[in-house]
T-cell receptor, first 115, second 114 residues
Framework: AQSVAQPEDQVNVAEGNPLTVKCTYS??????LFWYVQYPNRGLQFLLK??????LVKGSYGFEAEFNKSQTSFHLKKPSALVSDSALYFC?????????????FGKGTKLSVIP | DSGVTQTPKHLITATGQRVTLRCSPR?????VYWYQQSLDQGLQFLIQ???????AKGNILERFSAQQFPDLHSELNLSSLELGDSALYFC?????????????FGNGTRLTVT
């Protein structure tokens, strides 16, 4: 079975400060990892993914995430937070093995950027 | 705009009733996924179809069923509805079977069971 943990229900950060949203995962094989963002009354939007290669992946809106295999983590980061970044963020994992199609999401972290 | 269309946006119905949620995937996408989002359970994977065939099944109740039609749109049928079925139901689509391509989500159908 695969799972995702987002240990913080809410993260508050001041505008202009760096932000980190934490994610750890559990999967039997090699992971495919994703971050999505959800704004109120909208569906989830894809931000970035890690499939293989460089551990630091860059995505939309200035976000990046670092894959750490030994710590089974995939934390989302941004150097300078904007008020418009306030939203719900979801980390997701899939087993890269053949026939593994199910994408498992974490429970989400609400990010509030304070002006 | 993700290109995934879900109808209706809102649905209010009574316990014991049956409803159908509809999803049109993004042009060119062959996979359709259904997810249920509630405050206590988070985002739960229900089922995936690829080019008309069921590919993966998650925590979908026996009272729920889905299908993908030849034109690739999908319907999720919920029957014998209970209060606990009230949730946001999302459809998503992807190009392939979902190995490493991102999912594109619709804006959801909010179901309220009274």
């Amino acid at each position: 079975a695969q799972s995702v943990a987002q240990p913080e229900d809410q993260v508050n950060v001041a505008e202009g400060n760096p932000l980190t949203v934490k994610c750890t995962y559990s999967v039997s094989g090699n992971p495919y990892l994703f971050w999505y963002v959800q704004y109120p009354n909208r569906g989830l939007q894809f931000l970035l993914k890690y499939i293989t290669g460089d551990n630091l992946v860059k995505g939309s809106y200035g976000f990046e995430a670092e894959f750490n295999k030994s710590q089974t983590s995939f934390h989302l980061k941004k150097p300078s937070a904007l008020v418009s970044d306030s939203a719900l963020y979801f980390c997701a994992v899939r087993n890269s093995g053949a026939g593994s199609y199910q994408l498992t999401f974490g429970k989400g972290t609400k990010l509030s950027v304070i002006p | 705009d993700s290109g995934v269309t879900q109808t209706p946006k809102h649905l209010i119905t009574a316990t014991g009733q049956r409803v159908t949620l509809r999803c049109s995937p993004r042009s060119g996408d062959l996979s359709v996924y259904w997810y249920q989002q509630s405050l206590d359970q988070g985002l739960q994977f229900l089922i995936q179809y690829y080019n008309g065939e069921e590919r993966a099944k998650g925590n979908i109740l026996e009272r729920f069923s889905a299908q993908q039609f030849p034109d690739l749109h999908s319907e999720l049928n919920l029957s014998s509805l209970e209060l606990g079925d009230s949730a946001l139901y999302f459809c998503a689509s992807s190009v392939g079977q979902g190995e490493n391509s991102p999912l594109h989500f619709g804006n959801g159908t909010r179901l309220t069971v009274t």
